[in-house]
């Protein structure tokens, strides 16, 4: 069961403006990634199901993010199909994340009340979305269809729209001020702010210090 309500995922989302996006999979890894997150300013996480057994290092973030980061909300990602993203709603997943949009997915996403982010590359898509009630879509690849200027134009014609962009994120001033400037709600970030070297030599401080200077960048964009 989600811990969180839709109102409250979107909510954190949308203030913050930034969810990590992460796979390992080591529980302890994950939990230690999750950890450093929170304690740089992140409120949601997405960990993706992108390996064998993920749904068992999943369960273990999930218990470790109540306890010890109580204001996390965890979600998951790279959910293509309805029966996967039930096994994740039973195990906790506050938040779905696709890199596709399949509207039976969003069927069962709305009967649990839980958001919805599908992957969605062309303006139709997104309105396909938007009518099954899907809140935050997915804009992927973000760098192959257009950029922060898709982004902006999509805004233009349906300024309603909110849009998470994953895809050629980069933890710099100059990379999420674009995205930002586009109007995104807010942006996934994956390996940019999880150097493979920095997770291999456990140096959780890095990836701490790389949330809060991305959630500071977005923050002085927004003004």
Not at 5 to 10: F, I, R, T
Not at 59 to 88: F, H, Q, R, W
Request: charged share 20%.
């Amino acid at each position: 069961m989600a811990k969180f309500n839709k109102m409250q995922v979107l909510a954190a989302m949308s203030k913050t403006g930034m969810v990590p996006v992460f796979y390992h999979n080591d529980p302890e890894v994950a939990k230690n990634v999750v950890k450093a997150c929170y304690d740089g300013g992140v409120r949601a996480f997405e960990f993706t199901n992108r390996g064998d057994f993920a749904q068992e290092v999943f369960t273990e973030v999930v218990k470790y993010a109540a306890t010890e980061c109580p204001e996390m909300i965890v979600g998951i990602g790279s959910i293509v199909d309805p029966g996967t993203a039930s096994l994740y709603l039973q195990l906790g997943a506050n938040f779905i994340v696709g890199p596709l949009f399949n509207p039976e997915v969003a069927k069962i996403c709305n009967r649990r009340l839980v958001p919805y982010s599908p992957g969605c590359g062309s303006v139709s898509e997104i309105g396909f979305a938007q009518e099954a009630g899907c809140d935050l879509c997915k804009v992927f690849p973000a760098g192959n269809v257009g950029g922060p200027s898709f982004v902006n134009n999509v805004k233009g014609p349906m300024p309603w729209s909110m849009l998470m962009v994953t895809g050629a994120v980069e933890p710099t001033e100059e990379n999420l001020t674009a995205w930002v400037k586009a109007g995104v709600t807010c942006v996934g970030m994956g390996s940019n702010l999880f150097p493979k070297n920095v997770i291999a030599a456990k140096e959780w401080g890095k990836i701490t210090e790389l949330c809060e200077k991305s959630l500071g960048y977005i923050t002085k964009a927004r003004q």
